[in-house]
């Protein structure tokens, strides 16, 4: 018995033989061995098409060390956008509105996720090449970030350039962690995504202490070509290290054919619900403490590395618990949770309410950005195909991080109060969970499935 099983699970089964050649039952047929690569995608938590997943070993962990490298110098970076948000408010960018200004990091992680799209069907059918170009292009963003005086050139350089080069760098690298791991997928893919945490505390504390700290300040300029230089070497080892275990496919660039699947066309609306809630907080927590719990602005600026410190624990912990008790489960939980804490936000008024907010918001939240990559690794039937389902869904639910934090400034300045925006926020993460949820009824296991 337990041979069949892994016979089946290998596509050597009796259901696989009976589909070679042809006959009037080959629809039939096919249709059956579509069924049954269905199931044991959803059985085994992955893909399956033959292969055997390492599972662990040097190169597959040090694929693992250097995406989060990666991640520590592209989401990190670009998940510290709430500290240039106070700061962009009351320097360079005073005379623009808060919702300009958020158009600026929402361009960027917009661009980040959307770039996606391209990236990872560029690794799926390509490899790991387009690392190299892609991290030089975004080193060199950072650096003409440091040089910007007007609002377009913000827009420009820390908005379109960084967002692109970050996403075509990021992708590949997130793409090849899944060919290397199967059974230890979540707790991989934690671990590599928690790279981003620890560079959004990192920067946060390295501008927030170069810009504003007494006697200490060098300017906006070597503030930001002082975050440059810490990337690079971090960079070059995860460009190094990060590499494609499987040979290319050759099938076609995008698998348009993957949003006919209900999974996956449920499980990207509902990341798209969970970005559109998670990221306004980390756009605005900062400049909610200054304005509504009498923080100073040096102190609120660390509240970013306070959130992203947070979500550390909050990346790699719900990725081992998502092995054990379901991906989508998890991320389900994971959003139900935030939502509930996004509602409690204008209740912290006083400095210690909102740091106690700002810990607890990080590490609840944390398992949504690894969760929602996690979890479009269930739909592909190959693992080569990973790239490519990861990239279309996520590029498709960063368009709601593209208009969450403007529509949340103009509610803002419209309202003048942060109720109205954690109300809207928080309905999305919740939106967002209930979706996963309903994903789960199109898997043989049901709703009350464990994956």
């Not at 076609?252 to 970005?275: E, I, K």
């Not at 410190?309 to 991320?331: C, E, F, K, Q």
Request: hydrophobic residues 50%; aromatic residues 10%; contains cysteine.
């Amino acid at each position: 018995m337990a041979m069949e099983n892994r016979l089946q699970s290998l596509g050597t089964g009796p259901a696989a033989f009976s589909n070679q050649g042809g006959g009037p039952n080959d629809k039939v047929v096919g249709e059956h061995v579509s069924q049954q690569s269905l199931i044991a995608n959803t059985q085994t938590n992955g893909p399956d098409d033959g292969e055997d997943f390492p599972d662990g070993g040097k190169e597959a962990w040090l694929c693992a060390a250097g995406t989060a490298g990666i991640m520590f110098c592209t989401l990190g970076y670009a998940n510290s956008f709430g500290v240039f948000q106070a700061y962009y408010m009351h320097h360079q960018l005073r005379d623009h509105s808060p919702d300009d200004i958020s158009w600026i990091g929402s361009i960027q992680v917009f661009l980040v996720f959307a770039s996606g799209a391209v990236g990872g069907p560029i690794f799926d059918r390509f490899g790991a090449w387009v690392i190299r170009p892609a991290a030089i292009a975004y080193l060199a963003s950072v650096m003409l970030t440091s040089v910007c005086t007007a609002y377009w050139h913000f827009v420009l350089a820390q908005g379109v350039l960084s967002g692109v080069s970050n996403g075509l760098l990021m992708f590949p690298a997130m793409a090849a962690v899944p060919q290397h791991f199967n059974k230890r997928r979540g707790a991989a893919m934690g671990l590599a995504i928690a790279g981003s945490s620890l560079g959004a505390v990192v920067f946060p504390v390295v501008l927030a202490r170069l810009l504003l700290a007494p006697g200490a300040g060098v300017g906006f300029g070597w503030a930001v070509r002082a975050c440059g230089l810490v990337m690079v070497p971090v960079l070059v080892f995860g460009a190094a290290t990060v590499r494609a275990r499987l040979p290319p496919r050759a099938s076609r660039f995008f698998l348009w054919s993957a949003f006919a699947r209900p999974l996956y066309a449920l499980l990207v609306a509902g990341t798209a619900a969970l970005f559109l809630g998670m990221f306004v907080p980390l756009f605005y927590l900062p400049s909610y403490a200054a304005r509504e719990a009498g923080m100073d602005e040096s102190t609120a600026l660390y509240l970013v590395a306070a959130v992203n410190g947070a979500s550390l624990p909050g990346r790699i912990i719900p990725g081992i618990l998502g092995d054990r008790l379901g991906r989508v489960n998890t991320l389900a939980a994971a959003g139900a949770a935030t939502s509930v804490l996004i509602f409690c936000w204008p209740s912290a008024t006083t400095p210690a309410g909102v740091v106690a907010f700002a810990c607890v918001f990080g590490f609840v939240s944390g398992a949504l950005v690894s969760g929602g990559s996690v979890v479009f690794t269930l739909c592909p039937d190959s693992p080569k195909d990973i790239g490519t389902y990861m990239g279309m869904g996520i590029a498709v639910a960063s368009l709601a991080v593209l208009v969450g934090p403007p529509v949340s400034g103009a509610i803002l300045e419209r309202y003048g109060g942060f109720r109205e925006v954690s109300i809207l926020s928080g309905v999305s993460c919740m939106l967002g969970a209930v979706l996963c949820l309903v994903a789960k009824a199109h898997t043989p296991q049901g709703v009350r499935g464990r994956i």
